[in-house]
């Protein structure tokens, strides 16, 4: 990872806070030439190798979570993100989460309380694989999925108004930055698919049966709102980009790219922390060095007692 290090400048896909984005200003597609898909490919296994080093130290600082956000439209390639960079890491200290639908027991409680349960503990990675931003995204887009939350000001479609999603925005920054100011990193990955992409994405998921499991009619019905998809990510993104939580906008069109872009910015990010594992005052070391002893005399004193027993077992035989 230090060679794409390099290579890769991370810093433009990076939104600058309180700035009005527009998708359409960022590319779907590498355009480079220092990189291509075979290159990457060692690229990116040095770099898990890399972040497996991290995870370790991140576990032992016992400090800090990290937590990763994955946002997209459907086949941008959040599920092979997820295999690919995260799959050097210990799978003990990363939990993913693929939130679905809310059941009625999540609906009893406010939108983001799954996601407070979902948050990583210190030293463990959490991916969310969407997220709390459903929440600001298909629900903006289907706004009548906000009526199940039974709201107390909330009764009709009419009363879902851009003040309703101003506050939204505001609560999910609150909610991120009470996360951050407590020892989470977080990071946020939208994984920017062209419309075009998308189209030949679902049509290899059509023409594959080895692909059919993940090709859903819904899928094609949510294509239509594409446009409204559109403006409800850069509403979103605009409102919720903040050093605490910052974003990313991830060009998708080229799976090996995104995937070694994301595990560049990961790396680089949890790089900045500065880890290092914990070093032991000098009572603690001297009892180390005591603990040692005893281990390497072990073996003698083992040798010692062996020849007692037999010498016991001689004058017992005569």
Excluded: C
């Excluded at 990189?35 to 890399?50: P, T, W």
């Excluded at 497996?52 to 990290?66: R, V």
């Excluded at 090709?215 to 979103?236: L, V």
Aim: hydrophobic share 35%; charged share 30%.
């Amino acid at each position: 990872m230090s060679k794409n290090n390099k290579i890769i400048d991370t810093k433009p896909f990076k939104v600058k806070a309180k700035t009005k984005i527009k998708l359409s200003d960022f590319a779907t597609e590498y355009k480079g030439k220092e990189l291509n898909k075979e290159n990457s490919i060692s690229f990116l296994e040095s770099g898990k190798e890399e972040l497996s080093i991290l995870q370790d130290k991140l576990y032992a600082h016992n400090k800090y979570g990290i937590l990763i956000i994955f946002q997209a439209m459907d086949a941008a390639g959040k599920d092979g993100a997820v295999k690919h960079v995260m799959s050097g890491l210990n799978p003990q200290g990363v939990k993913v989460y693929s939130f679905k639908a809310p059941s009625i027991k999540e609906l009893d409680h406010n939108y983001l309380w799954r996601h407070q349960q979902a948050a990583p503990a210190k030293g463990e990675f959490a991916i969310h694989n969407r997220s709390h931003y459903e929440n600001v995204l298909i629900a903006k887009v289907h706004p009548n999925i906000v009526l199940n939350e039974q709201l107390p000001n909330i009764t009709q479609l009419e009363d879902i108004d851009k003040h309703f999603w101003e506050k939204r925005y505001e609560q999910i920054n609150r909610f991120e930055q009470n996360l951050a100011e407590n020892g989470t990193i977080i990071l946020k990955f939208y994984l920017h698919l062209s419309k075009k992409e998308q189209k030949k994405r679902f049509l290899e998921r059509i023409d594959d049966p080895s692909k059919n499991w993940k090709f859903s009619m819904s899928d094609i019905e949510e294509r239509q709102y594409w446009d409204d998809y559109q403006k409800a990510y850069e509403d979103a993104i605009s409102a919720t980009a903040t050093p605490l939580a910052p974003w990313y906008i991830i060009p998708a069109d080229d799976k090996w790219y995104a995937r070694l872009l994301i595990a560049s910015i990961i790396k680089e990010t949890i790089d900045a922390l500065d880890l290092a594992y914990p070093t032991l005052a000098a009572s603690e070391k001297a009892k180390l060095e005591d603990a040692k002893k005893l281990l390497l005399n072990e073996a003698e004193e083992g040798k010692i007692i062996k020849e007692k027993n037999k010498e016991k077992e001689k004058k017992n035989k005569k």
